[in-house]
T-cell receptor, first 113, second 116 residues
């Protein structure tokens, strides 16, 4: 079965600085990779996905993620963080061999002014 | 286009009772998945329904069940509630089954269940 790991429970960055939220995965087939964000008292919102093609994927709110097959990683990045980016971020993976969607434990991003 | 809606938003039950949660997917979406979110376990997949059939199931006991109606609306039932069932239950809809390429899920706001 597939799995996904987010090694950092918490990431703190200053506003205006670049941010990275890490994600690694394990699948038996081809990975379909996703990032979601959860704001307080709200459901998850889709940010971006990698299915195939260009390894650098651009998504909502200025976020992007880079698929690295050799390192089995899909790190989320943003060149310049905003205080409003503070939220809980989830990486998720589907294995092309089954229907399961597996989520990481989540990383709490805090952007300080 | 309206998003995924879940009712009720908040629910308080006591141990031993049963509960039914409802989810209405985005119009045109045929797949509905359910997740349990807790601080300790994170997001855990419960099951996925497509065309009124359960297509995939996570590792939860038989007390957790669900169904999907012909209009793609879905209900989730939990019987004989335990304290540990207290969680945020999230519903997500997608156009088709997860195995279809590019098939991201859209989540509802969740139902916060508290078991006393």
């Amino acid at each position: 079965a597939q799995s996904v790991a987010q090694p950092e429970d918490q990431v703190n960055v200053a506003e205006g600085n670049p941010l990275t939220v890490k994600c690694t995965y394990s699948v038996s087939g081809n990975p379909y990779l996703f990032w979601y964000v959860q704001y307080p008292n709200r459901g998850l919102q889709f940010l971006l996905k990698y299915i195939t093609g260009d390894n650098l994927v651009k998504g909502s709110y200025g976020f992007e993620a880079e698929f690295n097959k050799s390192q089995t990683s899909f790190h989320l990045k943003k060149p310049s963080a905003l205080v409003s980016d503070s939220a809980l971020y989830f990486c998720a993976v589907r294995d092309s061999n089954n229907n399961d969607m597996r989520f990481g434990a989540g990383t709490r991003l805090t952007v300080k002014p | 286009k309206a998003g995924v809606t879940q009712t009720p938003r908040y629910l308080i039950k006591t141990r031993g009772q049963q509960v039914t949660l409802s989810c209405s997917p985005i119009s045109g979406h045929r797949s509905v998945s359910w997740y349990q979110q807790t601080p300790g376990q994170g997001l855990q997949f419960l099951f996925e329904y497509f065309s009124e059939t359960q297509r995939n199931k996570g590792n939860f006991p038989g007390r957790f069940s669900g169904r999907q109606f012909s209009n793609s609306r879905s209900e989730m039932n939990v019987s004989t509630l335990e304290l540990g069932d207290s969680a945020l239950y999230l519903c997500a809809s997608s156009l088709s089954l997860g195995s279809v390429i590019g098939n991201e899920q859209f989540f509802g706001p969740g139902t916060r269940l508290t078991v006393l």
